[in-house]
């Protein structure tokens, strides 16, 4: 039998939500990798691992926020806690490689299609494997060609958002960047929705195990949301946020810029004014 699913029980509002959801951790994670190439080494690694938490939650909470209004009409649908909380490790630490990758290695065309690849394919594996944890009296099935156009999707717009954060530019570029990226991320979430078929079978009344949609969803989104809104205050306060690519290219060459030497004729040279006067030595015949 077929189950009847619906992706939109509360209307447009879960997907809104998780639009604006993925924006937000999107806007973060860019800002996060856009500051790690302007620091010492040996802060870009707090930068980077910060930017991979804050848009792998970001998509995380996206994704479970649109699975709020997902629904089979014929069966209620629950949540494995184990899985569900693996596909977070699955976005973080996949978006963290890709992120790594083109913060170390800059925005060449090698790196951004390594780490876009690898970051893309870290979105697509968490929705799955997300959707993997769902336990409902019934089987998951999927059309082959649709699931490969949401990891297409994904692979894409990973990679575009890597380039993005590289680019080094000012805030409201980066804030148009999350956007394209948010509606990337949620274009890939529903592709692979609507590649799913629900075969449901057993009794109406058969045990499916797990916890329900409002039991774990709900509680489980508390410790990523904390962690969005810290990782937002962390970047406002950051002094170099709003600043443009000129202003940033600009700190970083004063930055880098070695000591300017005074000339030993500068009055304004301290050095000048310790100096001994220099007393004229004999003149040789090369000098008359």
């Excluded at 800059?106 to 929705?127: D, N, Q, R, W």
């Excluded at 940033?248 to 030497?261: D, K, N």
Aim: glycine content about 12%.
């Amino acid at each position: 039998m077929q189950g009847t699913v619906d992706g939109f029980s509360y209307g447009w509002v879960t997907p809104v939500a998780a639009y604006l959801m993925a924006c937000l951790g999107g806007a973060l994670g860019l800002r996060c990798t856009t500051r790690s190439l302007l620091v010492a080494h040996s802060w870009r690694p707090g930068w980077l691992a910060l930017g991979s938490a804050a848009i792998g939650s970001g998509i995380w909470t996206m994704h479970f926020i649109a699975m709020m209004g997902f629904s089979v009409e014929e069966a209620p649908i629950h949540y494995d806690k184990a899985l569900t909380f693996a596909s977070l490790a699955v976005a973080i630490v996949m978006v963290g490689v890709g992120i790594f990758i083109v913060g170390y290695r800059g925005a060449t065309g090698t790196a951004l299609f390594t780490g876009g690849t690898i970051t893309g394919l870290g979105v697509a594996s968490m929705h799955y494997l997300g959707m993997a944890g769902m336990r409902l009296r019934g089987t998951l099935e999927y059309n082959t060609l649709t699931v490969s156009a949401s990891v297409v999707i994904a692979v894409v717009a990973a990679t575009a958002a890597l380039w993005a954060a590289a680019q080094v530019r000012g805030f409201l570029w980066s804030l148009g960047a999350s956007l394209v990226m948010g509606l990337a991320v949620s274009g890939m979430h529903y592709t692979g929705m609507a590649a799913l078929r629900v075969h449901l079978h057993g009794s109406p009344g058969a045990p499916t195990g797990g916890d329900s949609a409002a039991e774990i969803l709900a509680p489980m989104m508390i410790g990523p949301l904390a962690f969005l809104l810290l990782a937002g205050v962390i970047v406002m306060f950051d002094p170099l946020m709003v600043m443009g690519k000129a202003d940033l290219q600009s700190a970083a060459q004063r930055q880098h810029a070695p000591y300017p030497v005074p000339r030993s004729g500068d009055r304004h040279d301290p050095r000048a004014a310790r100096r001994p006067p220099q007393r004229p030595g004999p003149r040789t015949p090369q000098s008359w």
